[in-house]
């Protein structure tokens, strides 16, 4: 196997004598053809080609392949969000009646997706804290459950996932370890070394790195034997009428799980990333190996600042030693986490809104990693559906400031953040 760097700004896009050096946007919704038995053999699966870009488009194909490679998968799937790309993964395997598991420290807009939306659509979500024994996790086990969901790093309480174990709970249960990696990204860590069968990004985040598109990944790491649970995902093991018949796990063997989502999910949904997004996204990895360690480094030394200065109250970042999830950091991070890190002030909320609205260049945006230092307050922003139980349920507290430390120069941000702090 090549190496990630080499990946990252290789991978994907192969061209052919003569084809452009970098990777070209095929912004078109159809292909053309010359006769129509050429057209039908396509839609009769008799040849492989492009048709209609819904369902597979040049671009998007050369990125989600690269995405495949570095996160070490058998196939990838975009998707036009991080929360398609969530919905996609779950969805691919449940239906009505069906339950599946979730840790309670995700991302406020998976909480909602799960415990809210699925919900509606007969699919019920139990919310488990992470930091509960085996027994009580495998408590929450029903005969319907499809599937055990984590994130490697959670947003935005830090908390990181300990994969291993969860791997072995969910598997235990047959059903399936589903990742979110979207904090940590295949540079820093790689789930299915660790066991977990399906991983998922929000590549709006990191991957892209810059801001400038929404969009997401499924990855499938081949490795779960859908035959050997063949009760339970029936939409993998049995024929699928709206697809020729087709029974996925018998045609397409490891791949089955992610040619599902593009030939069932991705057709009757249409979830679909634009050829210029992916584009984009495909600029933003080609440098992801070498913004990350800057991410990390930066956000190592403000977490210390903050955590000398005596108006700030708590900082949680896995990097620090005396971080709760250090170990587990140690074990599944140990070349660095990410950017993002999360610290209370001393003083009222009143006082956290001060300092917010005396930053000059830490931006407060609705976002977090990218290359420029933002800041968010989550129980105003992204995590206003919750009520206070929830939030604490989360590991978001109300006095939560989720800092996103950017590639500038640190001593920069420190001086910003420094300057703020004084007015408090
Ligand atoms: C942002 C985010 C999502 C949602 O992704 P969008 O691209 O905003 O739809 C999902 N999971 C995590 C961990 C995220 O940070």
Same mark, same amino acid.
């Given at each position: 196997?090549?190496?990630?760097?080499? %990946?990252?700004?290789?991978?994907?896009?192969?061209?052919?004598?003569?084809?452009? &050096?970098?990777?070209? %946007?095929?912004?078109?919704?159809?292909?053309?053809?010359?006769?129509?038995?050429?057209?039908?053999?396509?839609? !009769?699966?008799?040849?492989?080609?492009?048709?209609?870009?819904?369902?597979? /488009?040049?671009?998007? !194909?050369? @990125?989600?392949?690269?995405?495949?490679?570095?996160?070490?998968?058998?196939?990838?799937? #975009?998707?036009?969000?991080?929360?398609?790309?969530?919905?996609?993964?779950?969805?691919? $395997?449940?239906?009505?009646?069906?339950? $599946?598991?979730?840790? /309670?420290? %995700?991302?406020?807009?998976?909480?909602? #997706?799960?415990?809210?939306?699925?919900?509606?659509?007969?699919?019920?979500?139990?919310?488990?804290?992470?930091?509960? =024994?085996?027994?009580?996790?495998?408590?929450?086990? &029903?005969?319907?459950?499809?599937?055990?969901?984590?994130?490697?790093? =959670?947003?935005?309480?830090?908390?990181?996932?300990?994969?291993?174990?969860?791997?072995? $709970?969910?598997? &235990?249960?047959?059903?399936?370890?589903?990742?979110? /990696?979207?904090?940590?990204?295949? $540079?820093?860590? *790689?789930?299915?070394?660790?066991?977990?069968?399906?991983?998922?990004?929000?590549?709006?985040?990191?991957?892209?790195?810059?801001?400038?598109?929404?969009?997401?990944?499924?990855?499938?790491?081949?490795?779960?034997?859908?035959?050997?649970?063949?009760?339970?995902?029936?939409?993998?093991?049995?024929?699928?009428?709206?697809?020729?018949?087709?029974?996925?796990?018998? =045609?397409?063997?490891?791949?089955?799980?992610?040619?599902? %989502?593009?030939?069932?999910?991705?057709?009757?949904?249409?979830?679909?990333?634009?050829?210029?997004?992916?584009?984009?996204?495909?600029?933003?990895?080609?440098?992801?190996?070498?913004?990350?360690? *800057?991410?990390?480094?930066?956000?190592?030394?403000?977490?210390?600042?903050?955590?000398?200065?005596?108006? @700030?109250?708590?900082?949680?970042?896995?990097?620090?030693?005396? !971080?709760?999830?250090?170990?587990?950091? &140690?074990?599944?991070?140990?070349?660095? =986490?990410?950017?993002?890190?999360?610290?209370?002030?001393?003083?009222?909320?009143? !006082?956290?809104?001060?300092?917010?609205?005396?930053?000059?260049?830490?931006?407060?945006?609705?976002?977090?990693?990218?290359?420029?230092?933002?800041?968010?307050?989550?129980?105003?922003?992204?995590?206003?559906?919750?009520?206070?139980?929830?939030?604490?349920?989360?590991?978001?507290?109300?006095?939560?400031?989720?800092?996103?430390?950017?590639?500038?120069?640190?001593?920069?941000?420190?001086?910003?953040?420094?300057?703020?702090?004084?007015?408090?």
């Amino acid at each position: 196997m090549k190496h990630l760097e080499t %990946i990252c700004v290789q991978g994907g896009w192969q061209p052919g004598n003569g084809e452009p &050096r970098v990777l070209p %946007i095929y912004q078109s919704t159809t292909f053309k053809y010359s006769s129509t038995e050429e057209m039908a053999d396509l839609f !009769d699966l008799k040849k492989e080609g492009y048709f209609y870009t819904r369902l597979a /488009n040049p671009t998007n !194909d050369a @990125v989600a392949a690269k995405i495949n490679e570095l996160e070490g998968g058998v196939g990838c799937v #975009l998707t036009s969000s991080g929360q398609a790309a969530n919905f996609f993964a779950v969805m691919n $395997i449940c239906s009505a009646g069906d339950h $599946i598991i979730a840790a /309670n420290a %995700i991302y406020g807009g998976t909480f909602n #997706l799960f415990g809210v939306t699925l919900e509606k659509m007969g699919i019920s979500c139990t919310f488990i804290n992470q930091n509960s =024994s085996d027994e009580e996790i495998e408590a929450a086990f &029903r005969p319907n459950t499809k599937c055990l969901f984590g994130e490697t790093i =959670s947003n935005p309480g830090g908390e990181v996932f300990d994969i291993e174990r969860f791997a072995g $709970i969910a598997h &235990r249960h047959g059903v399936p370890l589903i990742v979110d /990696n979207t904090f940590a990204t295949p $540079i820093n860590c *790689r789930p299915f070394e660790w066991g977990a069968d399906i991983v998922t990004h929000s590549t709006t985040k990191y991957m892209d790195g810059h801001a400038t598109q929404v969009g997401g990944a499924v990855i499938d790491s081949g490795n779960f034997d859908w035959n050997a649970n063949a009760g339970k995902f029936p939409g993998l093991c049995t024929p699928d009428e709206s697809y020729h018949g087709i029974t996925y796990t018998e =045609s397409f063997g490891r791949k089955a799980y992610i040619t599902k %989502i593009t030939t069932q999910l991705m057709r009757d949904l249409g979830s679909i990333p634009g050829p210029m997004n992916c584009f984009l996204l495909n600029l933003g990895l080609e440098t992801l190996h070498l913004r990350m360690p *800057r991410h990390c480094e930066n956000a190592m030394t403000v977490a210390k600042w903050l955590k000398a200065n005596d108006k @700030v109250a708590w900082v949680h970042y896995c990097g620090l030693e005396d !971080d709760p999830y250090h170990d587990l950091a &140690r074990k599944y991070l140990p070349n660095g =986490s990410c950017g993002v890190l999360a610290f209370g002030l001393k003083g009222s909320r009143e !006082d956290a809104v001060k300092f917010m609205d005396s930053l000059k260049f830490v931006a407060i945006v609705t976002h977090v990693a990218d290359a420029r230092t933002c800041i968010l307050h989550p129980a105003s922003h992204t995590h206003r559906q919750l009520s206070d139980q929830q939030l604490k349920e989360a590991g978001v507290a109300p006095d939560l400031m989720r800092l996103s430390v950017g590639i500038e120069n640190v001593e920069d941000i420190i001086a910003d953040l420094s300057q703020a702090l004084e007015g408090v």
